[in-house]
C-alpha cells in the first residue's frame, strides 16, 4: 500500500486551531466556548506550546495553548475515547513542562512557576455518549487509596454538527465538524485524493470552512492522506494481532486434539492445516491415556 506523506505532523484539527494563520482565533473561540470563559485575543497573552513527534506519532491531533499563565491540552478524538487518554495527557503535559523549565532551575531551592493544566478531548466520533465525560488517571491505578497523583480529562462530545451543545458559541468547531462529515460521508479507500478533493467542493459549496479550503485545499488533502493512511495503518495492526491471536488458539486446539487422541488427518482437516503442520505442532506432545 502506498503510504501519504509521513513527514506530514499536522492534522487538520490541529492545523486550524494551531499552526494556521488563523489558528490563534480559532483556538481562542474553541475554548472560550470550551470552559466558559469570554477571553479575547487583545487582552491576553497567548502561546503556542509544541512537542516534536517521532515517525510512529506523525498523526498528531494534539493542540496545546498556554493562556494568561495556564495551559490548555486539546486533543480531538474520533471512533472511540480512549480510556487511556489521562496516562497519555499525562506524558505530554510532562513533556511541555520539560520544555519550560530550564534543567539548572529542577534543582534549584526556590521553586519554579509553571502553568496550571486543562485538559480536553474534543469528541467528534459516532459513538454515543454523554455531552461531557470525564477520564481519571486514578481509575487506572491497581487500588483506589490515598494516591496523590491525579490528572482529569474533561470529554466533550461534538460528534453531531446538528446538535453541538456549543454551536452557538463556537461556529469555527461547528464548521470543523460538518467537514468531517463531509469526508466521512465521501472517503474512497481506493481512490482517496479523488474522494478528498470532492469533499473540499461540497463543504465550499455548503459555506463550510470556505476561506481556509480556499487557502489551503492542497495542504488539507495531504493531512487528510496522512490522517487516512494512519487509520489503516492501525486496522492491518489490529487484523495482524487478531490473526496472531487466531493461529495462537489453532495451535493449542491441534495439542488438544492430539493428546486426546485425535488422528493428525482430521486435526488438519478439521483446523484447516497440512499434516505437515500438524505434526511439526504436535511432535513431544503426550496422548493421553
Not at 495556564?70 to 489521562?86: F, Y
Not at 488438519?268 to 491415556?289: D, F, Y
Request: glycine share 4%; net charge positive; aromatic share 10%.
Amino acid at each position: 500500500m502506498k503510504l501519504f506523506n509521513r513527514k506530514y505532523k499536522d492534522s487538520v484539527f490541529t492545523d486550524l486551531f494551531g499552526s494556521d494563520r488563523d489558528g490563534k482565533k480559532n483556538f481562542l473561540e474553541l475554548y472560550n466556548a470550551l470552559s466558559g470563559n469570554s477571553y479575547s485575543l487583545n487582552k491576553i497573552k497567548l502561546e503556542r506550546k509544541i512537542i516534536e513527534q517521532s515517525l510512529y506519532k506523525t498523526f498528531n491531533n494534539d493542540v496545546s495553548w498556554e493562556i494568561n499563565g495556564k495551559l490548555i491540552v486539546l486533543v480531538e478524538h474520533q471512533s472511540t475515547i480512549n480510556e487511556n487518554m489521562p496516562f497519555r495527557c499525562l506524558e505530554y503535559v510532562t513533556r511541555i513542562y520539560e520544555g519550560i523549565v530550564p534543567i539548572r532551575q529542577r534543582y534549584a531551592e526556590k521553586v519554579y512557576k509553571i502553568p496550571n493544566p486543562d485538559f480536553y478531548v474534543v469528541y467528534v466520533g459516532k459513538k454515543q455518549m454523554p455531552p461531557e465525560v470525564e477520564l481519571h488517571l486514578s481509575d487506572a491505578f491497581y487500588t483506589k487509596d490515598s494516591s496523590k497523583l491525579e490528572l482529569v480529562v474533561k470529554v466533550k462530545n461534538c460528534s453531531d454538527s446538528k446538535e453541538l451543545p456549543i454551536a452557538k458559541t463556537c461556529d469555527i468547531l461547528e464548521q470543523y465538524c460538518r467537514f468531517i462529515e463531509i469526508v466521512e460521508q465521501n472517503y474512497n479507500k481506493l481512490r482517496p485524493k479523488r474522494s478528498f478533493r470532492k469533499a473540499i467542493y461540497q463543504a465550499m459549496e455548503e459555506g463550510i470552512l470556505t476561506e481556509y479550503l480556499d487557502r489551503k485545499s492542497r495542504e488539507v488533502i495531504n493531512m487528510l492522506c496522512a490522517k487516512y493512511d494512519y487509520k489503516t495503518d492501525i486496522a492491518v495492526k489490529k487484523e495482524e494481532a487478531f490473526q496472531d491471536g487466531q493461529e495462537a488458539k489453532a495451535i493449542e486446539a491441534a495439542k488438544n486434539f492430539y493428546a486426546n487422541g485425535v488422528s493428525i488427518e482430521l486435526i488438519a482437516k478439521s483446523l484447516k492445516m497440512t499434516r505437515e503442520q500438524v505434526q511439526e505442532i504436535v511432535s513431544g506432545v503426550e496422548v493421553i491415556k
